[in-house]
């Protein structure tokens, strides 16, 4: 499994994806954060916290991580490598655990560097250090989590067609739905309201965001992950027979 996650990031730095995808996460959420006035702007909110960060980010990540799996495996079935994959001293399952760890690591690399925020805000503090350090580092959590779900989504999609705009567009619809979806549907059935929202990922991240990691929020996002990674699996294994 480990050649497969090697190959994975060796290939998305072998081109400019990875450099692209890394400068197109820092450079929107520094603009939005830092520069351009609105409500995502820190300096104008006059609170020391990362709110408006981890309130953009899954939206910038919507389109970013179906970015980076679309070819994950529509790429290996447009050159005619799947086969060839499939056939390696591999099981299968091994396979898309090394696409999607490859896949979530080079997200992940894109996130590091949003540390240095931590820092800038807690010196804009009055007094210098006052930041939610809880709730900073739940939600960085939260994050990770939502990563790794949107990319489970983004794999299994990249393997319903060898063309990745395809393969693309289904898993920015999924992620929007799953993030946003439920919580725009219990708006209109507002006496079911808890329970509809309870399936979005955001009604989770958001309870994340608060410092407190809740088993219920942490085996959601797991049981995701892991369902559409079976997805990957199931579809994988009807190709190979």
């Known amino acids: 499994m480990k050649s497969i996650i090697f190959r994975e990031i060796k290939s998305f730095f072998g081109s400019p994806i990875g450099y692209l995808v890394i400068a197109v996460f820092l450079i929107g959420n520094g603009l939005f954060l830092w520069v351009f006035k609105g409500g995502y702007n820190i300096l104008d909110s006059g609170f020391a916290d990362l709110s408006p960060f981890f309130t953009l980010a899954p939206w910038i990540l919507v389109f970013l991580i179906p970015a980076v799996t679309m070819r994950s495996f529509s790429d290996e079935k447009k050159q005619g490598t799947l086969e060839l994959l499939l056939t390696k001293p591999l099981s299968i399952w091994q396979i898309v655990n090394g696409k999607f760890l490859g896949s979530t690591l080079l997200i992940v690399m ?22 939610d350090m809880g709730s900073t580092i739940g939600s960085y959590f939260g994050l990770l989590f939502l990563i790794a779900a949107y990319s489970s989504i983004g794999i299994f999609t990249s393997t319903l067609s060898e063309n990745q705009i395809v393969a693309f567009i289904v898993a920015v619809f999924l992620c929007f739905f799953f993030y946003f979806g439920f919580e725009s549907v219990a708006m209109i059935v507002p006496s079911f309201q808890d329970l509809i929202s309870g399936f979005g990922m955001q009604d989770h991240f958001k309870s994340m965001s608060r410092g407190v990691i809740d088993t219920r929020d942490v085996i959601y996002f797991v049981s995701i992950t892991v369902l559409f990674l079976s997805f990957t699996v199931y579809k994988l294994k009807s190709i190979k027979s």
């Open 110 to 131: 894109a996130i590091i560097p949003t540390f240095i925020y931590v820092w800038v805000i807690s010196g804009l503090g009055s007094p210098e250090g006052n930041i």
